[in-house]
């Protein structure tokens, strides 16, 4: 019993936090779609998850709490690549040439990593969520129950992301059409630009 409660605690407090559309979901949801490097992208996201929440159990939310500065420097950051990944779905949306080499571009592995490195990353959110948040919420449950606790938490972030990657690819017959390829990147445009007018006005 000891073991269960933190684990689904864990497993529930995470998927509170991740299941809210973002940056990260977007990007992900997009490849799945396109049926592209759905496993590579989905573990690693999960991966950094797990490791950020792994830090925050540790006990380095505090020290993340204590230095705001780094916090500010990344909000600044990833306001920027967001701001400008949303351009570039908005151009997208808006070109019909571009609708129609969404089939025949497909996104190189190393791009796609890397893309995905930098929406986890230079997100202060997911420092807030997974370092401070669930860290603080894992210390509620003791010194052993804290690491069941994390457990379930990555368990949370690899169900979902491989549950959006794979889960989205039932949906590329309907983006055949190139009209629903113009509706899902100005949904994307519009989210992105709207992450980043949240960071830039903290």
């Not at 797990?50 to 420097?73: E, F, N």
């Not at 920027?80 to 592995?109: C, N, T």
Request: charged share 10%; glycine share 10%.
């Amino acid at each position: 019993m000891k073991i269960d409660m933190p684990l689904t605690a864990g497993f529930l407090s995470s998927l509170a936090l991740i299941i809210p559309i973002g940056a990260q979901n977007a990007f992900v949801l997009r490849l799945g779609i396109r049926r592209q490097h759905r496993l590579p992208v989905a573990l690693l996201c999960a991966t950094s998850d797990a490791l950020l929440i792994g830090v925050g159990i540790a006990g380095l939310g505090a020290l993340l709490h204590a230095h705001p500065g780094w916090l500010t420097l990344t909000r600044y950051g990833g306001a920027a690549f967001l701001a400008v990944y949303g351009l570039m779905a908005a151009r997208r949306a808006l070109d019909a040439g571009k609708v129609e080499l969404q089939a025949a571009a497909p996104l190189p592995l190393a791009t796609a990593l890397a893309t995905c490195l930098a929406f986890t990353f230079l997100n202060p959110h997911v420092y807030l969520d997974t370092v401070v948040l669930l860290g603080a919420l894992a210390s509620q449950h003791g010194s052993d129950g804290r690491w069941f606790f994390g457990l379930g938490a990555a368990l949370a972030s690899l169900s979902w992301f491989l549950a959006l990657a794979y889960g989205a690819g039932l949906l590329a017959p309907l983006f055949r059409r190139p009209m629903a390829w113009r509706c899902l990147d100005g949904a994307i445009a519009a989210v992105m630009m709207g992450l980043a007018l949240t960071l830039v006005l903290g």
